[in-house]
Every structure is written in structure tokens, then in C-alpha cells.
T-cell receptor
Framework: SQQGEEDPQALSIQEGENATMNCSYK?????LQWYRQNSGRGLVHLIL?????REKHSGRLRVTLDTSKKSSSLLITASRAADTASYFC????????????FGAGTTVTVRA | GAGVSQSPSNKVTEKGKDVELRCDPI?????LYWYRQRLGQGLEFLIY????????KSGLPSDRFSAERTGESVSTLTIQRTQQEDSAVYLC???????????????FGEGSWLTVV
């Protein structure tokens, strides 16, 4: 079963704007990761945040994690057309940390 | 190889036929995973290999699905007597070890798109 749920399902923004998407999950986690998928094919790992971390940055990406609310957010700043993709959050559980549970994803369209 | 390689890239098969999907993980990666992604949905875990053993095959949907791994390398996912509901992208991934952690990123292949008609 899918643990994570992303919100919104779809997002359309102008190039240069920021894109924010959220992820909620249900059970205790070891870590939470965000992935990007272009054209429905392979996933690319973007960033991992551990359960004892609250915020993490990587280039134009900023991820937050609130374990009390069981939620995370991904912010993409100064978006580019190349950021058009689907973004998924995935959680690794405490007891079976080899297994990722994915949400249904947020489809982001960046208009030039 | 440089990345996780999957074949075939696309497969159209008739309902009731068997299909085999192949995954070549990154060399040296002991952990290998199969996921399934239906159109517009997230990934569903199918099976996890550590070496040639599968300690967790809990995600396989039915006994029509099986997977094996040999030589701590190539893995094959077999679907017998395919049904239309099996239509999906089947993604393989590998990592150095089984634990999903910051030092141990999972690398995904491009997937095999299966269409059952």
C-alpha cells in the first residue's frame, strides 16, 4: 500500500516562480526521500532527509520534514522549464528500511 | 555498467502469455528491487533481493509473479498468464546495500513498459 500522499496532484507555474509540493505519510519513518520522474520512466533521486532532521537544501531544492505532523514539503526555487516532471516522496520505514513506500506524485509543469 | 539497465523497454503481449523482464543492476550493487507503477500512480514495491536471496517478496501481487537473481547480478521478473491489470511500467533499482540511507542511494532503471492486450 502507498504510504505517502502528495499534494497538490498537479501544479502549473511560470518559469522563475517557486514550486511547492507537500507529502504526508502515516507511519514512523527512518528517512524520507524525494524523486523526480520525467516522462513516466526512470526515477532520479533528489534529496534525502532523515527523521531527526528538519530542513535540508540542495541547490534550488529545499526540503522540510515535520515528524509530529508526518509531513514533508519540497520547494523548488526559480523554476526552469527543465523542472517539468512528476515529483514523488518516498519513505523508508524504521523496521524495513530497504523498502520505499511511494506516494502518487505531483505533476509539475513549468511554462516558459 | 554505468547505470541500471532494463529490457525490454516496451513489451506488448497477449492476455494469457508469459513475459520475462530483465534487469542488469549497477556492478557491485548487492541490493536489487523491483517496483511496479501503474499509469498516473506511485510505485508499488514488489520484491527485494540481497545478493541472490529475496528476504522480502511480500509485494508480489499473485503467484503468477516470480523473480530470481543469479550471480548477484542479473534479475528476471516473470509474469505468467498475463492479465490486462498487469499493464504497467516495471522498474528495477539497485543499491550498494539493502539499507536506504544517505550513503546508499537507490538507482532506478528506465523501466519496462508492459501492455497486455
Amino acid at each position: 500500500s502507498q504510504q505517502g500522499e502528495e499534494d497538490p496532484q498537479a501544479l502549473s507555474i511560470q518559469e522563475g516562480e517557486n514550486a511547492t509540493m507537500n507529502c504526508s505519510y502515516k507511519t514512523s519513518i527512518n528517512n524520507l526521500q524525494w524523486y523526480r520522474q520525467n516522462s513516466g520512466r526512470g526515477l532520479v533521486h533528489l534529496i534525502l532527509i532523515r527523521s531527526n532532521e528538519r530542513e535540508k537544501h540542495s541547490g534550488r531544492l529545499r526540503v522540510t520534514l515535520d515528524t509530529s505532523k508526518k509531513s514533508s514539503s519540497l520547494l523548488i526555487t526559480a523554476s526552469r522549464a527543465a523542472d517539468t516532471a512528476s515529483y514523488f516522496c518516498a519513505t523508508a520505514g524504521r523496521s524495513n528500511d530497504y523498502k520505499l513506500s511511494f506516494g502518487a506524485g505531483t505533476t509539475v509543469t513549468v511554462r516558459a | 555498467g554505468a547505470g541500471v539497465s532494463q529490457s525490454p523497454s516496451n513489451k506488448v503481449t497477449e492476455k494469457g502469455k508469459d513475459v520475462e523482464l530483465r534487469c542488469d543492476p549497477i556492478s557491485g550493487h548487492t541490493a536489487l528491487y523491483w517496483y511496479r507503477q501503474r499509469l498516473g500512480q506511485g510505485l508499488e514495491f514488489l520484491i527485494y533481493f540481497q545478493g541472490n536471496s529475496a528476504p522480502d517478496k511480500s509485494g508480489l501481487p499473485s503467484d503468477r509473479f516470480s523473480a530470481e537473481r543469479t550471480g548477484e547480478s542479473v534479475s528476471t521478473l516473470t509474469i505468467q498468464r498475463t492479465q490486462q491489470e498487469d499493464s504497467a511500467v516495471y522498474l528495477c533499482a539497485s543499491s550498494l546495500a539493502g539499507r536506504v540511507e544517505g550513503w546508499n542511494t537507490i538507482y532506478f532503471g528506465e523501466g519496462s513498459w508492459l501492455t497486455v492486450v
